[in-house]
Nanobody, 125 residues
Framework: QVQLVESGGGLVQPGGSVRLSCAAS????????MGWFRQAPGKEREFVAA????????YYAESVKGRFTVSRDNAKNTVYLQMNSLKPEDTAVYYC??????????????????WGQGTQVTVSS
């Protein structure tokens, strides 16, 4: 089992920035590809970003490319999502997730095994 706990969400103005963190415990963190997903009210959960086990490869949804950066610190068992130039349409509950293979180029949430509880990000003036 892998336990994931997100933090760092909140209310931010359009154009602002926020960094989400996801702390993992329970298994060897570096054995897992990590992903970020989000779900807005009334919408399906959607892929945001993913990062390989070593952190050397990343993958982004087109809607966030150039604005969001995913990174990880395997010594701290933590994955991050730096979100810049935020827009109201980025408002959602953000989830981190983990899967045991090292393939990052997928947006399919069912391929991820472990999920955090989510953290709310609201972009509004």
């Amino acid at each position: 089992q892998v336990q994931l706990v997100e933090s760092g969400g909140g209310l931010v103005q359009p154009g602002g920035s926020v960094r989400l963190s996801c702390a993992a415990s329970g298994r060897t963190f570096s054995d897992y590809t990590m992903g970020w997903f989000r779900q807005a009210p009334g919408k399906e959960r959607e892929f945001v970003a993913a990062i390989s086990r070593s952190g050397g490869t990343t993958y982004y949804a087109e809607s966030v490319k150039g604005r969001f950066t995913v990174s990880r610190d395997n010594a701290k068992n933590t994955v991050y999502l730096q979100m810049n130039s935020l827009k109201p349409e980025d408002t959602a509950v953000y989830y981190c997730a983990a899967k045991g293979d090292n393939y990052v180029y997928t947006a399919r949430d069912y391929q991820y095994t472990y999920w955090g509880q989510g953290t709310q990000v609201t972009v509004s003036s």
